[in-house]
C-alpha cells in the first residue's frame, strides 16, 4: 500500500503551492498534484507579467461573496503585510502602482520560483502533469485516483482555481468534487472581464476605440447578488465595448439586463480639478465651441463625439440655450447603457461564485461535513476586486487551510 500523506493538495497555482509550502514547514508531508505541463501559468501572465501580488490595502471590504463576513478570519491572520515580508525575504524587487498595487519591478517568475522555494524547504513532492482520475473517501482517507496510481491522504485540498483562461488550462473541477460530495456550489461567471455592446448609444463611440479616459461608473443594484458598486477608474473604449479598470470593477457587480452608469467627468471632479457645474455655467465661455469647452476637461474626440450627439457641435456656447446645456449635462455625467454582456471566460480574470462558504469553516477553509476536505483560492465564493486583492485570497485562504491540516 501507498504511504499516506498528512494533505495531498489539487491545483499546483497560486494557492495550492503557498498552502503545501506553509504546511510543508510545518512539518506535513504533502503531495500536490496538477494536470498541467507548466505549473502556474495563471502568475506568469498576471499584472503583464509582472504579477500584481497583492494590495497594501486589502481588506474584507475588498470582496465580493454572499457571506462578505467569511474572509475575515483568513484576511486577519494572513494580511498583505505578511506575504511582502516574504517577498522581501527572497530579495524580490517590487513598487507600488496604483492604489496600493504592488507589482515585482522585474517578472512574475520571480513570484513562482519562491512558491516553489518554500515548497522545497517543507519537502513537499510535487508531481505534474498527472491526471486525477477519481476521488473517494473511506474510513478517514482520502484516496485519489490518478493515471499514475493512487495516493492516499488523511487531508484533501482543493485548490484548482476557476474558470477564466481555458487556454491555460482552467476548469471547473474543485467545483465538481464539491457538488460530488454534496456541497452546495453558487453558480460561476465571469468577473473583471470586459463589457460588449450591440446597439444603442454606445453606436457613435466605436469609432473612439483606443480611448481612455478617468471615469467615476456605477453598477449592481442593493437586489443583486452581491449589490452595487460605485468606482473611480479609468475606462477603455475598445471596438467590441468597454474595457479598463471601471468597467473591469463594475463587471462583478453588474446583472444581465441592467444598466451600468458612467460619469465621464465624475473622476476628474472628484479629484478637486474642476466643478462640473461651474464648466457648464461659465459665462466666460460663451465665444468658445462646445466641443472645446468639453475638451478642457476630457479628450477632443470623445468632447466631440458628445457634442454630435445632442447637435451641438460646431456650436458656440452662447448659441446653447439653458435646457440644451443641462440635456447634455445630463448626458454626459450620468450616461446609462445596457451592455449586451461579458467577453466570457476568455478574457475574464477571475471566477465569480464558488463553493458556497456556507459550507466552509472561515476560520480552517474545511468543509463543515467533510472532516479532511478542503477549498481554498478562486474555486471558493469570494471574489476579490482589481488590483491584487484575488492573489491575497489566494495566500491567505492557503495559510489557514495549511495551519489546520
Known amino acids: 500500500m501507498s504511504k499516506v500523506w498528512d494533505a495531498i493538495i489539487i491545483g499546483g497555482g497560486a494557492a495550492g503551492l503557498f498552502c503545501a509550502g506553509v504546511a510543508g514547514q510545518l512539518g506535513k508531508k504533502v503531495l500536490v498534484l496538477d494536470h498541467a505541463d507548466t505549473l502556474c501559468e495563471k502568475i506568469r501572465i498576471s499584472g503583464g507579467g509582472r504579477c500584481n501580488f497583492t494590495n497594501l490595502h486589502s481588506s474584507p471590504a475588498n470582496f465580493l461573496s454572499l457571506n462578505p463576513h467569511f474572509v ?49 524547504k517543507g519537502h513537499v513532492d510535487i508531481r505534474h502533469p498527472v491526471t486525477v482520475e ?72 466605436i469609432e473612439l476605440s483606443g480611448l481612455s479616459l478617468p471615469v467615476r461608473i456605477a453598477a449592481g443594484s442593493k437586489g443583486n447578488r452581491y449589490g452595487a458598486c460605485r468606482f473611480n477608474e479609468d475606462l477603455l473604449l475598445t471596438h467590441k465595448g468597454l474595457s479598463g479598470p471601471a468597467v473591469l470593477q463594475a463587471s462583478s457587480y453588474w446583472a444581465e439586463g441592467e444598466a451600468i452608469h458612467i460619469d465621464w467627468l465624475g473622476a476628474v471632479e472628484a479629484n478637486g480639478q474642476f466643478s462640473c457645474d461651474e464648466l457648464f455655467n461659465n459665462e466666460d465661455n460663451r465665444l468658445k465651441l462646445t466641443e472645446n469647452i468639453l475638451a478642457s476637461v476630457m479628450p477632443l474626440r470623445l468632447a466631440k463625439a458628445f457634442a454630435e450627439q445632442k447637435n451641438l457641435l460646431g456650436k458656440k456656447w452662447a448659441e446653447v440655450s439653458k435646457k440644451d446645456r443641462q440635456t447634455l449635462k445630463e448626458l454626459i455625467t450620468n450616461w446609462s447603457v445596457k451592455p449586451a454582456g461579458t467577453l466570457g471566460w476568455k478574457k475574464a480574470e477571475v471566477m465569480l461564485g464558488g463553493v458556497d462558504t456556507k459550507e466552509l469553516d472561515g476560520q480552517t477553509m474545511m468543509a463543515r461535513n467533510h472532516p479532511g476536505l478542503y477549498f481554498i483560492g478562486e474555486c471558493v465564493d469570494v471574489t476579490g476586486h482589481l488590483g491584487g486583492h484575488n492573489f491575497q485570497w489566494a495566500w491567505a485562504s492557503g495559510f489557514a487551510c495549511a495551519h489546520s491540516i
Open 134 to 205: 477519481s476521488i473517494s473517501n473511506g474510513a478517514g482517507v482520502w484516496n485519489v485516483q490518478t493515471n499514475a496510481g493512487i495516493e492516499r491522504s488523511s487531508s484533501l485540498v482543493m485548490a484548482t482555481g476557476g474558470l477564466p483562461v481555458p487556454a491555460i488550462g482552467a476548469t471547473a473541477y474543485s467545483l465538481d468534487i464539491a457538488k460530488q460530495f454534496g456541497l452546495k456550489v453558487v453558480d460561476p461567471r465571469p468577473a473583471l472581464v470586459p463589457l460588449s455592446f450591440t446597439s444603442g448609444e454606445f453606436d457613435n463611440l
Open 72 to 120: 475575515k478570519s483568513a484576511l486577519a491572520r494572513y494580511p498583505a503585510k505578511e506575504f511582502i515580508k516574504l517577498v522581501q525575504s527572497y530579495r524580490i524587487a517590487y513598487h507600488e502602482k496604483h492604489q496600493g498595487q504592488l507589482f515585482c519591478d522585474d517578472s512574475a517568475k520571480q513570484i513562482i520560483e519562491m512558491l516553489l522555494g518554500e515548497c522545497a
